[in-house]
């Protein structure tokens, strides 16, 4: 089966009619499509996936609703025609399927999938087929069980990791969905029919032994424990019930939550810096007062220079003054011994008797020194003023404010820098968030959050309850089995039946087993096929596979390799999907990778690059410029790459898909 | 002769306006915080105030305003007054003062820490 043509019209970013030809040449089977994030790498998966099966997937691969695939824009211009046209050949027919939604009449602006009127049509060799033939027709080629093997994005590829994570929840979804793939749920779906059967048999018996007194006891206690049965399996039902539920709606807030992480995010963010920013002015404020009471006090600091000269200059006057009391306090000593001389006529040092002359001189130099006595005076006076006009100088001098007082607005110009900055992230913060309930989003994660205590709980419940209903089950078994081997038993009707079934049942197991052994066999085979042509570690011998269909890298000596590089585990994952892919088609198809080499390096891009377009009629690569350089990674497969398109935008609603050359 | 001090002290009508302007935007924490600062700062700037212009109003009173008596030396100690009594000389140093500083508070230019480091040159003049 190749693919020869999509045409888009209204599709999701696509506006107006786009057309993609499909490379179809034997040689020439690579088509890389290059397009930066947000172009609509994944709506043109979606085209296909839409067109094939009338379902598009968002994140986490969720549905998304028919109302929103329509290209807003051309809903804003009043068209409200969305299409998907995709040609195909297959079996040497030439097929044109033709998907197509219509706004109803009566709806104004379409707001739910209900709004839109959506019609199929097939045609093979320009037949037209009837409408009950075009899905089984679509599904024999490529069927739509098998489509998240060849339409296939990155964040499946992630998901496929998780199987190689023992027990991990996401694990046990995908075993279920691989399981489902491979055809295991029909043998399944056997086992429980044939158990149905065995069980109704098994009552009948029971109630065409019941007139027997030898079998009163144990139909009693069958009776006792059927009834518990049917309750524990009623409580597990609703238990499970309960369970998907809160998966449901955890799955549904955790993508809702996730839509809003950024804004989220802002609000956290916008919470602390106005937490911060009230901080910051407090402190400001703290600053401010501390600042003000110095304040009060500065004026001292402002008069201290002119203060302490003026305190210089009666210091100086103090010390001039000083000396002259000193001075005068000598004159008048010496003034005191020459009066005392004069009177005694003694030499007070020698003890003789003045002579006249000596008498003289004294009496002149103590006239002399009492005129100078009399023109001097008043200076102990000046000298007691100006020493408490220095007192009075010093009290206004003992502070010194002016360095704390800078030192202040220092710290408070440093924290008013700090301010605005807040303010003015505040600000952007509170932009990016506008329009936003950001109340709502804290209310989600916290129901979010109680839902995933809830979902714990119920899991335990649903395990313990499992483990009861098997000991009652085991216990009905053995009282079935002394039923039947009563001979009594040998001669009623439904014993044979209960034969029958039990024989089913347990064919039915033993098939279960057997076909996901060989299933897993197969898996692992081309898996470790495809592996061994991807990796580029020679050392490694091959994949082994798990219960749960994750695999495990095996070097030479048959060796579990424990620590692998994410490298090697989305290379481990790509081939898986290979090896699920060729196991469940049995014509190698068209596969479809969105952004599949995240994590790889080149050697790694160059192996797969060379491998998956000689496992596939057709290799269709979605990348971004971030995952793959076109002109050097894609070198080594240009000769296979029959077709190259981008992805432009042309406006924030709008992208444009044309033919380029590498 | 002995000078009679006044009880009250006051400021001239416009000056008034502005030192409430002052305290209002946070300058000072008191206004007669800033009143003192006001006759320091015009005493510092070696000011021989003129009198007051226009009408004056009593505002505090002197033990308010100066409960130790240290305006009053610091005053006494940098200018001779004469026979004016010191409080009115005080005045018209704080009307000086509240005007200039409500100048530097328009230009956006009050900054107690800068004048005060101004002063320290301003002594050398």
């Known amino acids: 089966m190749k693919l020869i043509s999509l045409s888009m019209r209204n599709f999701m970013p696509f506006r107006g009619e786009q057309k993609v030809v499909f490379p179809t040449k034997p040689g020439q089977n690579v088509m890389v499509v290059l397009g930066n994030n947000m172009r609509g790498k994944t709506s043109l998966l979606n085209a296909l996936r839409w067109g094939f099966y009338g379902i598009a997937k968002g994140r986490h691969l969720r549905d998304i609703p028919l109302h929103l695939l329509h290209n807003t824009d051309a809903g804003l211009d009043g068209d409200w025609e969305m299409e998907i046209a995709i040609q195909f050949e297959a079996e040497g027919f030439l097929y044109d399927l033709r998907r197509r939604a219509i706004k109803k009449k009566l709806v104004t602006i379409p707001g739910k999938p209900d709004d839109f009127e959506v019609t199929l049509q097939l045609q093979r060799d320009g037949m037209a087929m009837t409408g009950e033939q075009i899905e089984p027709e679509i599904n024999r080629f490529i069927p739509k069980q098998v489509s998240r093997f060849f339409l296939f994005d990155g964040e499946l590829l992630q998901e496929y990791e998780s199987l190689l994570i023992e027990g991990s929840d996401q694990g046990k979804h995908i075993k279920e969905a691989i399981e489902q793939v491979l055809g295991v749920p029909a043998l399944i779906n056997g086992r429980t029919e044939s158990g149905t059967l065995l069980k109704k048999a098994r009552k009948q018996l029971s109630s065409e032994l019941s007139h027997l007194k030898v079998a009163e006891k144990d139909l009693e206690k069958q009776r006792e424990y059927q009834v518990k049965s049917d309750a524990y399996e009623n409580d597990l039902q609703k238990l499970r019930d309960t369970l998907k539920k809160t998966k449901d709606d955890r799955a549904l807030l955790d993508d809702q939550i996730e839509e809003c992480e950024s804004v989220y995010d802002a609000k956290q963010k916008l919470d602390e810096f106005e937490r911060q920013r009230d901080r910051i002015i407090k402190e400001i404020e703290r ?45 008048e000593n010496e003034a005191h011994q020459l009066r005392k001389i004069l009177e005694l006529s003694i030499c007070p040092t020698c003890g003789q008797t003045v002579s006249q002359t000596r008498h003289d001189e004294v009496n002149s130099r103590l006239g002399a020194l009492e005129i100078e006595l009399q023109a001097k005076g008043g ?133 279960i087993d057997s076909l996901r052994k060989n299933l897993r066999e197969q898996v692992e085979e081309r898996a470790t096929e495809a592996f061994r042509m991807m990796t580029t570690q020679k050392a490694y011998s091959g994949l082994k ?37 060729r196991t469940g088609r049995s014509n190698g198809g068209p596969v479809v990778m969105d952004t599949p080499f995240g994590r790889l390096d080149l050697q790694h891009r160059d192996n797969i690059l060379r491998y998956l377009p000689t496992t596939t009629s057709q290799l269709i690569l979605l990348v971004h410029d971030g995952e793959i350089s076109p002109k050097t990674d894609l070198a080594p497969i240009a000769d296979r790459i029959g077709m190259t398109y981008i992805i432009n935008e042309s406006g924030p609603r709008h992208s444009v898909i044309e033919r380029t050359a590498l | 002769m002995i000078i009679q001090e006044p009880n009250q002290i006051g400021i001239g009508e416009v000056a008034h306006v502005k030192l409430k302007k002052l305290h209002e935007d946070r300058h000072f924490a008191e206004m007669r915080d800033a009143y003192r600062f006001a006759i320091a700062l015009a005493l510092a700037h070696g000011v021989v105030p003129k009198d007051i212009t226009g009408s004056r109003q009593n505002i505090y009173s002197v033990a308010t305003v100066d409960p130790d008596q240290s305006l009053y030396t610091a005053i006494k100690a940098l200018i001779n007054t004469g026979d004016t009594p010191v409080y009115r000389w005080a005045e018209r140093l704080a009307d000086w003062g509240v005007i200039e500083m409500s100048k530097r508070a328009d230009e956006g230019t009050l900054d107690i820490g800068q004048i005060l480091k101004e002063s320290e040159t301003l002594s050398l003049e």
């Open chain 1, 545 to 581: 596979i798990n219960k749960n269909y994750g695999l495990s890298i095996i070097d030479e000596a048959d060796r579990v390799i424990q620590v692998r590089s994410a490298g090697a585990e989305q290379v481990v994952a790509l081939s898986l999907i290979d090896g699920l892919s």
């Open chain 1, 287 to 331: 600053l401010n007062i501390d600042k003000l009471e110095l304040v009060s006090n500065a004026w001292r600091d402002l008069l201290r220079p002119k203060i302490l000269a003026r305190r210089e200059k009666l210091a100086a006057e103090q010390r001039r003054l000083m000396n002259q009391i000193q001075h005068r306090t000598s004159i």
């Open chain 1, 379 to 511: 200076e102990q006076d000046s000298f007691s003023s100006i020493s408490a006009e220095i007192d009075k100088l010093n009290k206004i001098t003992t502070q010194e404010v002016g360095e704390r007082i800078r030192d202040k607005d220092n710290q408070i110009n440093r924290f008013e820098v700090e301010l605005t900055k807040l303010e003015n992230d505040i600000e952007k913060l509170r932009d990016e968030i506008k329009g936003h309930d950001t109340a709502e989003i804290t209310r989600k994660r916290f129901i979010r959050d109680s839902l995933i205590k809830e979902q714990a709980k119920i899991e335990t419940e649903v395990s313990t309850t499992q483990k009861q209903l098997e000991t009652i089950k085991q216990e009905l078994d053995i009282i079935a089995r002394k039923l039947s081997n009563l001979p009594q038993a040998r001669t009623a009707r439904s014993s044979v039946l209960v034969d029958t079934y039990e024989g089913i049942e347990k064919a039915f197991s033993e098939s």
